[in-house]
């Protein structure tokens, strides 16, 4: 059974690379005491740096987990031994869903109150105020404590990976998108067009408008078979010009989907 949770007490930091380090200093200047761990990182100034996760947890009522996705389980199961009756434990690594899950299930297992943190911004000029949205078991105490330190924690709700999942659905399109901008500046800065595709880029996404996912989603359904003839031929230039096609022979697959089910639905 999960012990009753509450967040009083320090707070731990688990991993105190780029994110771990700002929201930490964030922490201290609030006048909050902060244990941090980290194997390789230093502890920014005013942070007590532990022995080991366990040791950071000792006596914290709130642990915050900033580590990476792949060390998070190592960290969770590290961490336990330290985690006291009360505290909270959140863990803010970008996972999949379904290591949230498994962290949740191990920590419940413990009886240690868990909460799924999706950080929904980049840390770095934000630090302890980067968005983040919580869910799982002890979504409503984990919102509370950080909003209470600082924070900007919006309680989503539902089971661990209900956050992750909105993290990464986002991420598919944010990521997404910088990932094109940047192969088509590889490509523009080859064919000699840089400056001009830049200003072109900031253009058009200064005059994004409430409809323009409306219109970019269904304009790729009603003109999927030019726009794939289109794309294809712009893996093509890439090609000339030396360019990794990766993002754009993507788009080609995608509209030769949408063309495919045009074509079957009608």
Same mark, same amino acid.
């Given at each position: ?72 389980? !190592? *960290?969770?199961? &590290? ?6 009756? #009360?505290?909270?434990? @959140?863990? /803010?690594?970008? %996972?999949? =869903? ?88 590889? !490509? *523009?800065?080859? &064919? ?6 830049? #200003?072109?880029?900031? @253009?058009? /996404?200064?005059? %994004?408008? =409430? ?56």
């Amino acid at each position: 059974m999960t012990r009753p949770a509450s967040a009083a007490g320090p707070v731990a930091v688990l991993g105190l690379g780029e994110a771990g380090s700002e929201i930490s200093r964030d922490l201290v200047r609030a006048g909050i005491p902060v244990r941090g761990y980290d194997p390789v990182a230093p502890a920014p100034a005013g942070v007590v740096m532990a022995d080991g996760e366990a040791d950071a947890c000792t006596g914290a009522g709130l642990v915050l987990s900033l580590t990476t996705a792949h060390e998070s389980e !190592a *960290a969770l199961r &590290a961490a336990l031994p330290g985690v006291g009756p #009360g505290a909270l434990y @959140a863990d /803010l690594n970008t %996972a999949a =869903p379904g290591l949230k899950q498994r962290l949740a299930e191990i920590a419940a297992q413990a009886g240690v109150a868990f909460a799924d943190v999706a950080v929904m911004s980049s840390v770095p000029g934000r630090g302890l105020r980067v968005p983040l949205l919580v869910s799982g078991a002890a979504a409503a105490q984990v919102t509370a404590a950080i909003n209470g330190v600082g924070g900007r924690a919006e309680l989503l709700g539902g089971p661990a990976g209900a956050a992750a999942t909105r993290k990464l659905v986002r991420s598919v399109f944010y990521k997404g998108l910088a990932a094109a901008v940047v192969e088509a500046l590889r !490509a *523009a800065r080859a &064919a000699g067009c840089e400056d001009w595709l830049r #200003g072109n880029i900031a @253009a058009e /996404l200064a005059e %994004a408008g =409430p409809d323009t996912v409306d219109r970019m989603e269904e304009g790729s359904v009603t003109h999927a078979v030019r726009r794939a003839d289109e794309m294809s031929a712009a893996a093509q230039l890439l090609d000339e010009l030396g360019i990794p096609a990766r993002v754009t022979e993507a788009s080609v697959a995608w509209l030769t989907q949408l063309a495919q089910e045009n074509a079957a639905a009608h």
